[in-house]
């Protein structure tokens, strides 16, 4: 079985503070993909990472794939109130085809 | 340009009823995946279907729980004889190839009284 864990679970923050956000396995994953989650409503990919040791950058997140394509980060930089939200990585393994997700960290910017 | 349609979006039924989840995917799609969500959790997976058959039914309940996605019409997940722990928000999650991105729907809110 393929686990995915996310550290932090909880983070609170006061805008324009910078975080960071892990997800790790023992598993090597063929890509691993963010999520966005707002409450109600599905997760908006934000980005997929593919090559070991990719990094991808959108305006203010950057996202990196661990060499071994077993682990991620997404780093946030001068946080806004609009980032709120939950965060998921999910990995789509060689053969699944089906993403597993990790239990996700909530992030909340005060403003 | 219509994204994932899922109905109803919220569910409530009594024990021991039945619940029909419906998932209409984008048009061109005929991958679709299940996944159950309960609060402040991930997602966990339950089924992938492609046009009328199973791939993979690895996460679901052996039992009460079933997943059709016909030639015609939308993707259904079907729970039987539903019981408090089923309460959670169902997802469907579908693309166009396996090299696609997944286009979520809304969820489906389900909630066992």
């Known amino acids: 079985t393929q686990l995915l864990e996310q550290s932090p679970q909880f983070l609170s923050i006061q805008e324009g503070e910078n975080l960071t956000v892990y997800c790790n396995s023992s598993?090597?994953?063929?890509?691993l993909q963010w999520y966005r989650q707002e409450p109600g409503e599905g997760p908006v990919l934000l980005v997929t990472?593919?090559?070991?040791?990719e990094v991808k950058k959108l305006k203010r997140l950057t996202f990196q794939f661990g060499d071994a394509r077993k682990d991620s980060s997404l780093h946030i930089t001068a946080a806004q109130p609009g980032d709120t939200g939950l965060y998921l990585c999910a990995g789509e393994g060689t053969g699944r085809r089906a993403l597993t997700f990790g239990s996700g960290t909530r992030l909340q910017v005060q403003p | 340009n219509a994204g994932v349609m899922q109905n109803p979006r919220h569910l409530v039924r009594r024990r021991g009823q039945e619940a029909r989840l419906r998932c209409s995917p984008m048009k061109g799609h005929s991958h679709v995946y299940w996944y159950r969500q309960l609060p402040e959790e991930g997602l966990k997976f339950m089924v992938y279907l492609q046009k009328e058959n199973i791939i993979d039914e690895s996460g679901m309940p052996k039992e009460r729980f079933s997943a059709e996605f016909p030639k015609e019409g939308p993707s259904i997940l079907r729970i039987q004889q539903v019981v408090r722990g089923d309460s959670a928000a169902y997802f469907c999650a579908t693309r166009g190839g396996l090299e696609s991105p997944l286009h979520f729907g809304n969820g489906t809110r389900l909630t066992v009284t």
């Open positions: 598993s090597v994953f063929s890509s």
């Open positions: 990472v593919v090559t070991g040791g």
